[in-house]
């Protein structure tokens, strides 16, 4: 009773069936996880969707769905699946592939789909030293035995292709193996490093810097281990007001000293110890960033403003504030600033946003550019399964290709001797694309009749 209990479990658990719904399942769920916006805070759900909404998708972690337990868990099952089909399956194959070709009777030839008949004027060995050259000279792995009365020749193409299906199934598990190791929900529950794997964000005001970043899910706050300093932002607009490409200009300590600068922009991440900042988002400030020098170069300052404050240079003797902006939204897009050096009328102006402008004074020329101060909202991502991920994909191609391409192909050739010299009984099959296997079958018969 036991015995039968456990061969139902495991036909249940390799069955094409059970794959073929735990897919669909997959699918299906991947879909709520792609109307539902991933990731976002406790409120935006409640403001978007209500309540009792809200409290249903917390429960079954539908705004974290990929590193939710359910669906982590169908994760595990299709593996266990595939595993155990796989387990069950592929010692028939390796029967099939290492079996004796030549093990066979003249009476099963004649139950091949593929069969022709010819007969050459010269004794069994010469036929067969024709046969196996040919055989041999269009890349067939050509074998010989006797059988009374004669000789059977056996050619085979392709025999290890029938494993392809099994190199898919490996690399689906290598896939779900990255999949799993880069979760951050792995990360906590079974590695206990919340460090391991994570997904969050932060944003990073202009000159500032942070050693630190906030999960997505809980907001934890993590220590990355160095520190990400905001140099400078950059963002171009379209004529219509929207942004049409933003960029960061960050610098990495560690250690506290510099060790990189590089530019982040959408599609161009930074990576560094593993952990891969994304350009996601910005936040403009009322506050604006201020480049000042004389022209002769003799002094220059920079300085942070807001609007209706006046600031003062001492060491350039001047003094200037922002009196009115026109702003679309929260970017502002000109400035009208006030600009003196205690000699004459102030010098009042508009001026585009992170423009130079040159101002004349008695004192001297002064160049002045001031632009809005942005916050950079960075991505970050620490995933140790990307390389399983990418590895998963290149064998899945392999599999691919030989699943599909590539068959396991056999030619026989029994040689009986007759009266006028030999006849020869050709068979052959294919496990997959016999059409064209067909093809080739008869060009290897006409070109060894054309030799004849």
């Given at each position: ?49 209500g309540a009792a909404t ?116 490996c690399s689906i598990l ?52 160095f520190a990400l300093r ?223």
């Amino acid at each position: 009773m036991t015995t039968t209990k456990k061969n139902a479990s495991l036909g249940l658990f390799a069955s094409v069936q059970l794959a073929l719904f735990l897919l669909c399942l997959l699918a299906s769920t991947s879909i709520i996880g792609t109307i539902v916006p991933q990731n976002n805070p406790a409120a935006f759900y409640v403001e978007r969707y209500g309540a009792a909404t809200a409290r249903f998708f917390q429960l079954l972690d539908i705004p974290d769905m990929y590193n939710s337990w359910w669906f982590l868990g169908l994760l595990t099952l299709f593996a266990v699946n595939l595993i155990v089909c796989s387990a069950d399956r592929i010692p028939q194959v390796i029967r099939l592939v290492r079996r004796d070709s030549l093990a066979i009777a003249p009476e099963q030839l004649e139950k091949f789909p593929l069969r022709s008949e010819r007969h050459l004027v010269e004794d069994v060995p010469a036929a067969a030293a024709r046969v196996t050259t040919l055989l041999r000279r269009h890349g067939w792995h050509a074998r010989t035995a006797p059988l009374n009365p004669g000789l059977l020749c056996c050619a085979e193409k392709g025999k290890w292709s029938r494993f392809g299906v099994y190199v898919v199934h490996c690399s689906i598990l290598v896939i779900l193996a990255g999949a799993l190791l880069g979760s951050s929900a792995v990360a906590h529950k079974v590695f206990r490093n919340p460090l391991f794997a994570f997904k969050g964000s932060v944003m990073l005001p202009e000159g500032e810097r942070t050693a630190h970043i906030f999960a997505h899910k809980g907001g934890e706050r993590l220590d990355l281990g160095f520190a990400l300093r905001c140099d400078d932002f950059t963002i171009e607009y379209y004529g219509n007001g929207m942004p049409k490409t933003y960029r960061s200009t960050v610098t990495v300590f560690d250690g506290g000293a510099p060790v990189q600068t590089t530019d982040i922009e959408v599609n161009r991440p930074l990576t560094y110890k593993g952990v891969t900042f994304y350009q996601s988002s910005y936040q403009p400030f009322q506050e604006y960033r201020v480049a000042l020098k004389k022209q002769d170069g003799s002094a220059a300052t920079t300085a942070r403003i807001s609007a209706a404050r006046q600031m003062d240079w001492p060491e350039g003797g001047v003094s200037y504030g922002i009196i009115n902006r026109e702003s679309q939204g929260e970017v502002t897009r000109r400035l009208k600033i006030w600009f003196t050096d205690n000699q004459g009328e102030p010098s009042v102006f508009w001026v585009n946003a992170d423009q130079e402008a040159a101002i004349e004074r008695p004192s001297g020329i002064y160049l002045l550019t001031i632009g809005q101060r942005y916050a950079t909202g960075l991505q970050a991502t620490k995933d140790p399964g990307v390389w399983l991920v990418y590895g998963g994909c290149l064998l899945m191609l392999v599999g691919l290709y030989i699943a599909f391409f590539l068959s396991h192909r056999r030619i026989y050739v029994y040689m009986q001797p007759d009266e006028t010299g030999c006849h020869l009984l050709f068979a052959g099959d294919a496990n997959k694309n016999k059409v064209g296997f067909e093809n080739n079958f008869a060009q290897l018969i006409n070109k060894l009749d054309s030799n004849t």
